[in-house]
T-cell receptor, first 113, second 113 residues
Framework: EAGVTQFPSHSVIEKGQTVTLRCDPI?????LYWYRRVMGKEIKFLLH????????ESGMPNNRFLAERTGGTYSTLKVQPAELEDSGVYFC???????????FGPGTRLTVL | QKEVEQDPGPLSVPEGAIVSLNCTYS??????FMWYRQYSRKGPELLMY????GNKEDGRFTAQVDKSSKYISLFIRDSQPSDSATYLC?????????????FGPGTSLSVIP
């Protein structure tokens, strides 16, 4: 069974540009989570989808971040415009249900110059 | 005060040693306690999961939770070079166990052959 995949693995952009990160969860997993780890800090929760609906987006830092999960399959996280402090590793995770283990993807390393 | 505190290390031990990793936390609402292992350039993978206080053993790994002291531990017996990774404690206090996980910053472990 394929795991959670994320694309790209690494993105380098300039401040003010737009970047879109993609996450493909494990097939059949209704729950999809986004997390990020900025330099020197712990991994922090961003938001949680159940199918195509946002269940909890309390961790989204500001309105420059937009997450979507059209059709309840893959998800995208867009940062527009990117700022220097957005640099870090963005992880996606999926789970079958809320009582099940979250499986993490390898992450997308975002560098904003 | 951070919700979850963890000594970042790095921790270096000889092969075969017993490793003790620890976290403290401040939120008494946490009920579910997890340890994740993260290899370089990979996403976190769940290693151990414990509900409330007590011990849990899985092969060379033992997880302990002391809710009265707000202290959790992971012990690795007969450590191997393949155990070299970053170990993240994590916890959740929501109604369901894996919802909105709060991570510690991680401890970097190196097991020297």
């Amino acid at each position: 069974e394929a795991g959670v995949t994320q694309f790209p693995s690494h993105s380098v952009i300039e401040k003010g540009q737009t970047v879109t990160l993609r996450c493909d969860p494990i097939s059949g997993h209704d729950n999809l989570y986004w997390y990020r780890r900025v330099m020197g800090k712990e991994i922090k929760f961003l938001l949680h989808f159940v199918k195509e609906s946002k269940q909890d987006e309390s961790g989204m830092p500001n309105n420059r971040f937009l997450a979507e999960r059209t059709g309840g399959t893959y998800s995208t996280l867009k940062v527009q415009p990117a700022e220097l402090e957005d640099s870090g590793v963005y992880f996606c995770a999926s789970s079958h249900d809320l009582a099940s283990e979250q499986f993490f993807g390898p992450g997308t390393r975002l560098t904003v110059l | 005060q951070k919700e979850v505190e963890q000594d970042p290390g790095p921790l270096s031990v000889p092969e075969g040693a017993i490793v003790s990793l620890n976290c403290t936390y401040s939120n008494s609402a946490f009920q579910y306690f997890m340890w994740y292992r993260q290899y370089s350039r990979k996403g976190p993978e769940l290693l151990m999961y414990t509900y409330s206080s007590g011990n849990k053993e899985d092969g060379r790994f033992t997880a302990q939770v002391d809710k009265s002291s707000k202290y959790i531990s992971l012990f690795i017996r007969d450590s191997q070079p393949s155990d070299s990774a970053t170990y993240l404690c994590a916890m959740s206090g929501r109604e369901t166990s894996y919802d909105k996980v709060i991570f510690g910053p991680g401890t970097s472990l190196s097991v020297i052959p």
